[in-house]
Structure formats: structure tokens, C-alpha cells
């Protein structure tokens, strides 16, 4: 929660603690969970653009909380699992599930 506010997705962080408020917390954690989501309140609706993830096929981005593929174009996002940056999929028109052609004889 925290760290989404520093970082500037409120949107990610509004979701988080609306997910906290459905589940059955300690009591020392219920005060400081009502404080973030009155503070979160105060907040654009919307995360930092820089944050979300962008589609290198057709260019849109897309949200934070969602799944591994373009929401316009069903790309599918390849993560590295160095930096978790996405890597430009460059092979995506490819079908590699095709056999190659053989040479004529």
C-alpha cells in the first residue's frame, strides 16, 4: 500500500486495500489499514502512466492488475526474471508451432 502511493498507483493501491478490508485482520492492523484507505480517498483514481506496462505491438497501455497479455491485442507480455521489465516481443507475428518447409529435392 505504501509503496504504491510513493510510486504514484493509486489505482493498484485502492484495490489493494479494498481487498484488505474484506478479510479478517488483526486488530493492531485494523487502525492503520482505515488511516491508508482515508488517505488513499484523497488520491487520483488513475496510476502514474510511466508505471503501467505498454504493449510494444500495437502501443496501448495497460493496467497493473490484470493479466500477462495486451488488453487490445492479446500479445502476450514476456517478463524478464532479472528486472521484471518487459521484453519487446519482436517474434510475436511468428508461429512456431508450424513445421518448417523442406528444401525441394
Known sequence: MKQGQILGAYKLARY???QLSCLKIPYRFEKLIETEAL???SKPFT??????PMCY?????????GT????HCKNPFILSFV???LYHSLMS??????PPRTAPS
Not at 57 to 65: A, T, W
Not at 68 to 71: G, K, P, Q, V
Request: proline share 3%; charged share 20%; aromatic share 6%.
Open 39 to 41: 488517505m488513499i480517498r
Open 83 to 85: 528486472s521484471f521489465a
Open 93 to 98: 507475428g511468428l508461429n512456431f508451432l508450424t
Open 68 to 71: 500477462n497479455e495486451c488488453i
Open 57 to 65: 505491438r500495437c502501443g496501448i497501455s495497460n493496467p497493473l492488475l
Open 16 to 18: 489493494a486495500l479494498e
Open 47 to 52: 496510476d502514474a502512466e510511466e508505471l503501467l
